[in-house]
């Protein structure tokens, strides 16, 4: 990945700590710019928004429980968008549930799942793949 390039983060989560954990270490990290979306809808209407430029995320961060839409309904929609960027899409949720889990896996536009708090080594292995 080009080091000079600044990264593009779409962080969905309602959760104020979990989104300062992430926005602190991308801060850190010095090269990415970040927008906080507190539910699917409004992520979708972001996203759509970015079809208007073409200057999509990055990289996602996506939690399963929210208010107004949750992950899982997100997740329905952003498959249906005709996005012609990889985007990188990582379920990042404090949900021990397996079910949870199979039901994110079968999503192909999932690339990973965390579990909550995400760690500085995991979001570092994020970015550089």
């Known amino acids: 990945m080009n080091p000079m390039k600044r990264l593009r983060v779409l962080l969905i989560d309602d959760e104020f700590i979990s989104n300062l954990i992430v926005r602190r270490y991308l ?12 539910n699917g809808k409004e992520a979708l209407n972001y996203l ?3 079809k208007v430029n073409s200057e ?7 939690d399963l429980r929210m208010p107004i839409m949750d992950g899982f309904e997100f997740l329905e929609h952003y498959e249906k968008m005709a996005i012609a960027k990889d985007i990188k899409l990582h379920v990042l949720t404090s ?10 896996r079968k999503f192909k536009s999932v690339s990973g799942y965390i579990q909550k708090p995400l760690k500085p080594n995991q979001l570092a292995e994020i970015i550089e793949q």
């Open 27 to 38: 801060d850190i990290l010095g090269n990415a710019d970040y927008v906080v979306q507190t």
């Open 48 to 50: 759509n928004q970015c």
């Open 56 to 62: 999509f995320p990055d990289f996602i961060f996506l």
């Open 95 to 104: 949900s021990l549930n397996q079910d949870d889990l199979n039901r994110a």
